[in-house]
């Protein structure tokens, strides 16, 4: 008994101790939360005026290159991401407003873009830069890649296409300049002598070959542009021949036409024993036959050419692109002669196949 007590003696006097805050009114309640609510609103709307965290927001969404909003697009909507062993291909314009925004757009994103000149009338590749900086109208570049090295020269024209940029509704991703510098160290600048536009990437649209049978290829490799013709056939055998005989699988890497346009062919093959290997822009004769259905007979073409790339594609094979620079004239005796037995394979395709 007297223990409680003093028990409850000691809980009093620590009680007292301490403050307690009132009991307040529900109406003095509701009255100091409103003040408080409105002070934070308050604070928030200073923060935001201050440091505008929209523009912050969108200038780091706009430091994204686009490759990778292409990536997230395409796990969405489930569309296959194409592989070229270099980087994802931009299935959407990425946005832009203004020409500085483009400017920007290229010195962020580092993304490399192609420098084109004219040769013989054709657009040739003449190297793949960076751009590492814009003054004015002049932007400095990093070469990545010479493909051409004759046609980046200081002074010559050119063409800069880089990836499709949407602009006010319209599509952009080129422009038209001269080489003003280049460098021994592979830098270079590039001054923009027109307002950006549109071009297309290839000159020529590509097709692939409907039957292997329908065209036939034989390469030599040439050590200059001056030969003879008929010396070269009559007496050098080719490094590279594809004669399918059957059509084949593209799936399968056997010696083959991979596609064709009017400005050049690409093509797999396996080079002869002791012959020479082809590199980048060798210069080579190629022959060709391509079989005309209406007509029931193969076309002969020999044309003087140079090796745009050429790599390695396992199995003793190598894929090669080449570049048609010229039509040569072909000699009258060897029109129907160029390939073995070209007389008999044009009439067994012109029989319908047997069922």
């Given amino acids: 008994m007297i223990q409680s007590k003093v028990d409850s003696r000691f809980l009093g006097s620590v009680k007292n101790s301490f403050f307690v805050f009132p009991t307040l009114p529900p109406l003095v309640k509701m009255f100091l939360w409103f003040i408080a609510l409105g002070v934070a609103i308050s604070i928030i709307i200073l923060l935001w005026r201050k440091y505008k965290p929209v523009s912050f927001l969108q200038a780091w969404f706009k430091s994204f290159p686009p490759l990778r ?26 946005k832009i407003s203004t020409d500085k925004d483009v400017l920007d757009w290229l010195v962020m994103t580092k993304q490399p873009f192609d420098i084109s000149a004219e040769r013989l009338g054709q657009r040739t590749l003449a190297a793949v830069v960076n ?95 001056d030969f003879d013709v008929d010396f070269v056939l009559d007496n050098m055998e080719p490094e590279i021949i594809i004669d399918n005989r059957m059509d084949v699988d593209a799936e399968l890497k056997v010696p083959q036409i991979l596609d064709i346009s009017k400005g050049g062919i690409a093509l797999l093959g396996a080079v002869r024993d002791g012959g020479n290997m082809l590199s980048r822009n060798d210069n080579v004769l190629l022959c060709m036959l391509i079989y ?12 003087y050419c140079e090796v745009r790339a050429a790599k390695s594609a396992s199995e003793g094979m190598i894929r ?18 160029l390939f073995r037995g070209q007389a008999v394979m044009a009439m067994n395709l012109a029989q319908p196949e047997k069922e």
């Fill in 69 to 94: 909003v292409a990536i997230l697009r395409s796990k969405k909507g489930g569309e296959a991401v194409t592989e070229e062993g270099k980087s994802p291909a931009v299935k959407g314009p990425w």
């Fill in 131 to 225: 751009v590492t900086g814009i003054q004015g109208r002049d932007i400095a570049v990093k070469v990545k890649d010479v493909v051409t090295e004759s046609l980046l020269a200081p002074g010559a024209k050119v063409k800069c296409i880089f990836a499709e940029l949407q602009r006010n509704g319209k599509k952009v991703n080129a422009f038209v300049g001269s080489v003003k510098t280049v460098s021994e160290s592979g830098e270079a600048v590039v001054t923009r002598t027109s307002a950006f536009g549109f071009i297309k990437r290839r000159a020529f649209s590509r097709r692939k070959v409907a039957d292997q049978r329908y065209i036939k290829v034989k390469i030599w490799r040439l050590d200059g542009d």
């Fill in 292 to 303: 005309q259905p209406k007509r029931k007979t193969f076309d002969p073409h020999i044309l």
């Fill in 320 to 337: 090669l692109s080449f570049q048609f620079l010229r039509s040569l004239k072909i000699p009258p005796r060897k029109r129907s002669t």
